[in-house]
Nanobody
Framework: VQPVESGGGLVQPGGSLRLPCVAS????????IVWFRQAPGKEREGVSC????????YYADSVKDRFTFSRDNAKNTVYLQMNSLKPEDTAVYYC???????????WGQGTKVTVSS
């Protein structure tokens, strides 16, 4: 039972990527879902979170107006659309249940995003 991320890769600055997170073994709509990232040598950073009740979203200032979090309940999947990517967006991106996930929440294995020319 865990979320499964995909869609990472190498992209040039200014480019776009869409990261799906598919729920395996649980129903996504029942949970708040968070995207967070961790770059080498840096602390984990919460990027965006979506509320399970009303679909409202939170974005970190570093990604606001560039990233969009959406949800497809029929596919049991959430997406992080990342536009205008910058080198500082380079990180492993994870999804998890709850906006502040703890040890009892479901964590994905991550997908690596590299923004470089």
């Amino acid at each position: 039972v865990q979320p499964v991320e995909s869609g990472g890769g190498l992209v040039q600055p200014g480019g776009s990527l869409r990261l799906p997170c598919v729920a395996s073994g649980f129903t996504l709509v029942d949970y708040d879902i968070v995207w967070f990232r961790q770059a080498p040598g840096k602390e984990r950073e919460g990027v965006s979170c979506i509320n399970s009740n009303d679909g409202s979203t939170y974005y970190a200032d570093s990604v606001k107006d560039r990233f969009t979090f959406s949800r497809d309940n029929a596919k049991n999947t959430v997406y992080l659309q990342m536009n205008s990517l910058k080198p500082e967006d380079t990180a492993v991106y994870y999804c998890a249940t709850d906006c502040v996930p703890g040890p009892d929440d479901y964590w994905g294995q991550g997908t690596k995003v590299t923004v470089s020319s």
